[in-house]
């Protein structure tokens, strides 16, 4: 018989050997799945890891891997404070958003004014952006005691329409023919989050990225509030004693979250993508609940996992375009990533025991 | 500029590497929904197929399905021209201000965009005039409605989706000047969810004809489930629900053009165009009308389809005003593809506002 035994503390060595372990699994079921669908395994996944990194073309693929992982990792940084107090803001899609409509509404009311001053503000103005969406859960769940889950993640609903809103109105260039869609901020240099060197894909946002990856690091091991976070997520009840006021902790978290993400839109919005538009998210906000998780909430962790998932993005795309994968079968094998991420997770807090039943 | 020039050096290698291989031109087609949607992208992917069936060993083709429109099409479409691509077709409008940032890297690389305005020396953009099938369509949808309430699903408030409303309302409202539309706009080009709730919706109003400008076949489900509604097949025949809920359709055609425009890439007589082709073309077509409509609609319908593709008939002639009531064309005049083009405002009798 196989039975599972709790572990008196979480080990150590399984809890950095899970996420190795998770995608070794990935890459050999993952290579099954391909098999089935008659596509040589090895190649296709050589094509999704190796490729991007070190195939032929990777001078292009690795800068593009910063600009799809600084998103994720902005996001997932954020989030992960939050999910450490267990405090859990699922709408920074939603967040991710107004820092794009705010921070890009912004630049646009001050065209075609050029001016050095005029980035910085969207930057302030994307971040508060966030940071106002984030609240609106915070403040009730503060006050009402609502769930900051589901009305953080309605409020993703709210801002889609806002953006829908935005792009066919307000935000809409009126140079578009009619068309839907604002002003292409790339072709308006004050308001351009441009390569900082052309051609490594290094724009503000990944810089942003790794500063927040910096300072969650030194908050959670260095500060008091870092401290507070990891207790009231591991003892609510001596978070308690030791006098953290919960409410204050919620407002932070969250505030802290819907800032980033918001942030995220922003660079995202001034840079890679250019423009307000109906389809502007594409599901950042969502992928970095994934990312928080991948990454174990720690911070060094979600800047890999970050990468790792924008690896198996980029990779996908090659992977369709040069041997024909359909689509579904990518997203498959991303699935599986966080299946199996999850199911070793077990392994972190319990020991398998092989031996009669009944024994322990 | 550097990463520029590294780009076109390697596609210029690649591209010498490729002709001096073999004689083959590869084409890349980039998606915007999955291929088996069973409309928009699933025709598209049809006009793919015949460019292999007409060019077989000589040319080879790739895709990649699903890509959202933003930095991913432009990493996509990147990544096709750095594998060797002559030529590029991007199927969705969103797509436009990746198609010009990607096609200034690779000025060797052919690209068509469809449904989009901009074009570049080596930017070709083409689009099909679907109000034509419209208005067949509003002929059909005006004389089988028995409740006078016309259901429309539409997508988003560009204009090509306008046209097509007022295109299929003016021609409803001429057979049974009775006729009412309720408009659901649902801001999406494909999801099965959102349609099929638009499709209740509209047929707890009391709509007994359902038409869509979105890309699956939920709306078609939906009627089914509900009865007594009928259908029109949007941009694929959707024959699987033939011939009731779907009593006809209208069906991009892109194959012929696809097949055109690759041989022109491989003769090297390719040009930067803006190709608008109809029925007569054969770029729109209308599908089978079926046994669920009488005779003497059949008929009509297939006559109005035969004058358009004559070019006798423009669905968009005078006398019409606007929906605020001030003349738009006098007695006899016809549309201008300028004005067609940019269409933003809604015929005289439609209710509601375009969202803005």
Redesign the interface.
């Given at each position: 018989m196989i039975a599972l035994e709790k572990r008196p503390q979480p080990s150590q060595v399984w809890s950095v050997a899970t996420p190795v372990i998770a995608v070794l699994a990935t890459m050999v079921f993952g290579g099954i799945l391909f098999a089935v669908l008659g596509k040589n395994p090895v190649e296709a996944i050589r094509t999704i890891f190796w490729e991007p990194l070190f195939g032929e073309?990777s001078?292009?693929?690795r800068p593009?891997l910063l600009?799809?992982g600084a998103p994720l990792v902005l996001i997932a940084i954020g989030l992960s404070l939050g999910f450490r107090a267990g405090i859990w803001n699922i709408g920074a899609e939603g967040q991710y958003i107004m820092g794009a409509i705010v921070g890009a509404g912004v630049g646009l009311a001050f065209y075609p004014m050029e001016a050095w001053f005029i980035f910085p503000l969207m930057v302030i103005a994307g971040a508060l952006g966030g940071w106002v969406w984030a609240m609106i859960p915070a403040v009730l769940k503060v006050r009402f005691g609502t769930n900051e889950i589901l009305v953080s993640l309605m409020l993703v609903y709210v801002a889609e329409q806002l953006l829908?809103?935005m792009s066919?109105?307000l935000l809409k260039n009126p140079e578009g023919?009619?068309?839907?869609g604002s002003r292409?901020l790339?072709q308006y240099p004050s308001a351009h989050n441009a390569d900082l060197i052309?051609?490594s894909g290094m724009h503000w946002g990944v810089v942003a990225a790794m500063i927040a990856v910096i300072f969650a690091y030194v908050l959670l091991n260095r500060h008091m509030r870092g401290f507070h976070i990891r207790l009231a997520g591991e003892a609510p009840r001596a978070a308690r004693f030791a006098g953290v006021s919960p409410p204050r902790l919620i407002l932070f978290c969250m505030g802290l979250s819907g800032a980033l993400a918001g942030l995220a839109g922003l660079f995202?919005v001034s840079g890679?993508?250019?423009?307000i538009?109906?389809?502007?998210n594409?599901g950042y906000g969502f992928t970095a609940i994934i990312v928080a998780f991948l990454g174990r909430l720690h911070p060094f962790g979600i800047l890999l996992a970050g990468l790792l998932m924008a690896l198996t993005?980029?990779g996908g795309?090659?992977a369709?375009?040069?041997m024909?994968l359909?689509?579904?079968a990518i997203q498959v094998f991303q699935g599986m990533l966080l299946f199996f991420l999850l199911a070793f997770d077990l392994l972190t807090n319990y020991r398998i025991r092989i031996g009669k039943a009944g024994v322990a | 500029m550097k990463l520029t020039k590294l780009l076109a050096t390697a596609a210029l290698a690649l591209g010498m590497a490729t002709t001096a291989m073999a004689d083959k031109t590869k084409v890349g087609f980039v998606y915007v929904g999955p291929v088996g949607d069973g409309g928009w992208t699933y025709e598209h992917d049809q006009g793919r197929k015949a460019v292999v069936e007409a060019f077989g060993d000589k040319v080879e083709t790739v895709y990649v399905e699903s890509v959202p429109e933003g930095p991913d099409a432009e990493r996509v479409m990147t990544q096709m021209a750095l594998n060797g691509a002559d030529l590029i077709f991007a199927t969705s409008f969103g797509y436009m201000d990746a198609v010009q940032n990607v096609a200034k890297k690779f000025p060797k690389v052919k690209f068509e965009h469809a449904t989009g305005y901009k074009t570049a020396p080596n930017v070709s953009v083409y689009s099909a005039r679907f109000y034509e099938g419209r208005a067949v369509q509003g002929t059909i949808a005006g004389r089988m409605t028995k409740s006078n309430i016309i259901g429309y699903i539409a997508s988003f408030p560009i204009p090509e989706v306008i046209r097509g409303i007022n295109s299929a309302y003016i021609h409803a409202k001429k057979v049974n000047p009775d006729v009412e539309f309720k408009i659901v706009w649902v801001y999406t080009w494909f999801d099965p969810a959102k349609e099929a709730d638009a499709a209740k919706t509209l047929i707890e109003q009391g709509a007994d004809v359902i038409l869509q400008h979105t890309d699956s076949t939920a709306p078609q489900a939906a009627a089914q489930k509900a009865g007594n509604v009928i259908t029109f097949g949007q941009a694929s025949d959707m024959a699987e629900y033939a011939p009731l809920p779907r009593v006809s359709s209208i069906i991009d055609n892109w194959g012929p053009y696809y097949v055109r425009r690759t041989k022109a890439v491989m003769d090297g007589t390719w040009e930067s165009v803006s190709t608008w082709d109809g029925i007569r073309e054969g770029m729109v077509k209308i599908g089978e009308i079926s046994s669920a409509v009488p005779g003497d609609v059949k008929a009509e319908a297939e006559a109005l389809r035969d004058a358009i593709a004559a070019g006798e008939y423009h669905p968009f002639t005078g006398p019409l005003n606007k929906q605020d009531g001030t003349p738009w064309l006098k007695e006899g005049e016809v549309a201008d593809d300028g004005t067609l083009l940019g269409m933003n405002f809604y015929v005289e009798g439609i209710e509601g506002e375009i969202p803005q």
């Amino acid at each position: 018989m196989i039975a599972l035994e709790k572990r008196p503390q979480p080990s150590q060595v399984w809890s950095v050997a899970t996420p190795v372990i998770a995608v070794l699994a990935t890459m050999v079921f993952g290579g099954i799945l391909f098999a089935v669908l008659g596509k040589n395994p090895v190649e296709a996944i050589r094509t999704i890891f190796w490729e991007p990194l070190f195939g032929e073309h990777s001078f292009y693929y690795r800068p593009q891997l910063l600009v799809k992982g600084a998103p994720l990792v902005l996001i997932a940084i954020g989030l992960s404070l939050g999910f450490r107090a267990g405090i859990w803001n699922i709408g920074a899609e939603g967040q991710y958003i107004m820092g794009a409509i705010v921070g890009a509404g912004v630049g646009l009311a001050f065209y075609p004014m050029e001016a050095w001053f005029i980035f910085p503000l969207m930057v302030i103005a994307g971040a508060l952006g966030g940071w106002v969406w984030a609240m609106i859960p915070a403040v009730l769940k503060v006050r009402f005691g609502t769930n900051e889950i589901l009305v953080s993640l309605m409020l993703v609903y709210v801002a889609e329409q806002l953006l829908a809103s935005m792009s066919l109105g307000l935000l809409k260039n009126p140079e578009g023919y009619g068309f839907p869609g604002s002003r292409n901020l790339q072709q308006y240099p004050s308001a351009h989050n441009a390569d900082l060197i052309e051609g490594s894909g290094m724009h503000w946002g990944v810089v942003a990225a790794m500063i927040a990856v910096i300072f969650a690091y030194v908050l959670l091991n260095r500060h008091m509030r870092g401290f507070h976070i990891r207790l009231a997520g591991e003892a609510p009840r001596a978070a308690r004693f030791a006098g953290v006021s919960p409410p204050r902790l919620i407002l932070f978290c969250m505030g802290l979250s819907g800032a980033l993400a918001g942030l995220a839109g922003l660079f995202e919005v001034s840079g890679p993508s250019g423009q307000i538009s109906i389809d502007f998210n594409v599901g950042y906000g969502f992928t970095a609940i994934i990312v928080a998780f991948l990454g174990r909430l720690h911070p060094f962790g979600i800047l890999l996992a970050g990468l790792l998932m924008a690896l198996t993005y980029i990779g996908g795309d090659i992977a369709q375009s040069q041997m024909g994968l359909p689509a579904a079968a990518i997203q498959v094998f991303q699935g599986m990533l966080l299946f199996f991420l999850l199911a070793f997770d077990l392994l972190t807090n319990y020991r398998i025991r092989i031996g009669k039943a009944g024994v322990a | 500029m550097k990463l520029t020039k590294l780009l076109a050096t390697a596609a210029l290698a690649l591209g010498m590497a490729t002709t001096a291989m073999a004689d083959k031109t590869k084409v890349g087609f980039v998606y915007v929904g999955p291929v088996g949607d069973g409309g928009w992208t699933y025709e598209h992917d049809q006009g793919r197929k015949a460019v292999v069936e007409a060019f077989g060993d000589k040319v080879e083709t790739v895709y990649v399905e699903s890509v959202p429109e933003g930095p991913d099409a432009e990493r996509v479409m990147t990544q096709m021209a750095l594998n060797g691509a002559d030529l590029i077709f991007a199927t969705s409008f969103g797509y436009m201000d990746a198609v010009q940032n990607v096609a200034k890297k690779f000025p060797k690389v052919k690209f068509e965009h469809a449904t989009g305005y901009k074009t570049a020396p080596n930017v070709s953009v083409y689009s099909a005039r679907f109000y034509e099938g419209r208005a067949v369509q509003g002929t059909i949808a005006g004389r089988m409605t028995k409740s006078n309430i016309i259901g429309y699903i539409a997508s988003f408030p560009i204009p090509e989706v306008i046209r097509g409303i007022n295109s299929a309302y003016i021609h409803a409202k001429k057979v049974n000047p009775d006729v009412e539309f309720k408009i659901v706009w649902v801001y999406t080009w494909f999801d099965p969810a959102k349609e099929a709730d638009a499709a209740k919706t509209l047929i707890e109003q009391g709509a007994d004809v359902i038409l869509q400008h979105t890309d699956s076949t939920a709306p078609q489900a939906a009627a089914q489930k509900a009865g007594n509604v009928i259908t029109f097949g949007q941009a694929s025949d959707m024959a699987e629900y033939a011939p009731l809920p779907r009593v006809s359709s209208i069906i991009d055609n892109w194959g012929p053009y696809y097949v055109r425009r690759t041989k022109a890439v491989m003769d090297g007589t390719w040009e930067s165009v803006s190709t608008w082709d109809g029925i007569r073309e054969g770029m729109v077509k209308i599908g089978e009308i079926s046994s669920a409509v009488p005779g003497d609609v059949k008929a009509e319908a297939e006559a109005l389809r035969d004058a358009i593709a004559a070019g006798e008939y423009h669905p968009f002639t005078g006398p019409l005003n606007k929906q605020d009531g001030t003349p738009w064309l006098k007695e006899g005049e016809v549309a201008d593809d300028g004005t067609l083009l940019g269409m933003n405002f809604y015929v005289e009798g439609i209710e509601g506002e375009i969202p803005q």
